[in-house]
């Protein structure tokens, strides 16, 4: 099997960059990132990466950042990882300043010429991380995909499009870079540990999404879409089908609503398919009938594997809220793209709020049926055995 590596920067990354000079060049500086150890340590117990450290080091050698001053914290840090069972296989310095544009310094790929075109490494589901665009610009020159530590609601500045599509999660917590790696890593016993979650970024020229997804949750939700209707709806959502829900959205609302709420609806479809996993020991099918006053909302899922809607539903204003009513189809529709299921929709009423307040209400009592666990926590309710 080809081996997937992971190239890891080292200050902003691993261990905190000093405000003062950027240089950790004493023991005093030398701070890990938060959380970095234990969620390092899991993903070399529970993963097959090969470790190798990417770092520029600018003047190191120079009277600005003597030798001496490097190695002694540096060490000390590789110590620190190798005792928790945190290897790197290679540590690779660039020693040269920016302005010498030289072929070894990030985002340039001179230290790493072993990895690229040779067969032994399997580049594609390899990952760079680092806290810098130039750390998303080397994922992109390498043919690796880029995650980068720092905040997703900033406005990152990359040079092209396609290092920014190359960048597959933001994120300042190393918490949710292993749960992250560890869903695109789903052998050895994760079906055993699965816990039900997921976490979704999903970033277009248009928008920039992250979810989090609870599915045996309490009802708790932290939603931001920037559409207060569209909140309310999702807010039902979480608390009918009892899911732990948290959505920050940043969309280009100024166009108007259409991507933040096709692209919302892609990215929640995507959560529940990667919470729901395997699909084994659950319910699969839901279906409840709410009323709400003169409306009545019948709402039918199957977590199949297969994406259908039928949509019988008729809204004769343009607008609920802020929200296009021509968007609620649409919703459903990408959220059963995203999440492979099949649901059937039929809404009667007058009253264009309550009929699609009462649909969002039944449809999150009919995921709530679907999700809910059986008796026979390895048993797939499917003849053919997988859905
Ligand atoms: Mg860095």
Known sequence: MKKKVLFIDRDGTLILEPPSNFQVDSLEKLEFYPKVIQNMHKISAEMEYELVMVTNQDGLGTT???????????NKMLRTFEAEGIKFEKVLIDKSFEYENAPTRKPRTGMLKEYINNSLYDLQNSFMIGDRVTDMELATNLGAKGILIGEPTQDWLFPNPKVEDNVVLISTDWNEIYEFLKLENPNNDYENTQNRTAFVQRKTLETNISINLELDGEGKSDINTGIGFFDHLLEQLAKHARLNLTIQVKGDLHIDQHHSIEDTALALGE????????????????????????????VAIDFSGRSYLVWQANFEREKVGEMPTEMFEHFFKSFSDASKSTINIKIEGKNEHHKIESSFKSFARAIKNAIQKT?????????????
């Open 375 to 387: 008796e026979n926590p390895n048993e797939i309710l499917s003849t053919k055995g997988v859905l």
């Open 64 to 74: 600005t950042f003597p030798e001496d001053d490097f190695w002694l914290p540096h």
């Open 271 to 298: 959560a529940f398919l990667k919470a729901l996993g395997n699909k084994k020991g659950i319910e699969r099918y839901g279906f409840f009938i709410l009323p709400m006053d003169e409306s009545l909302a019948q």
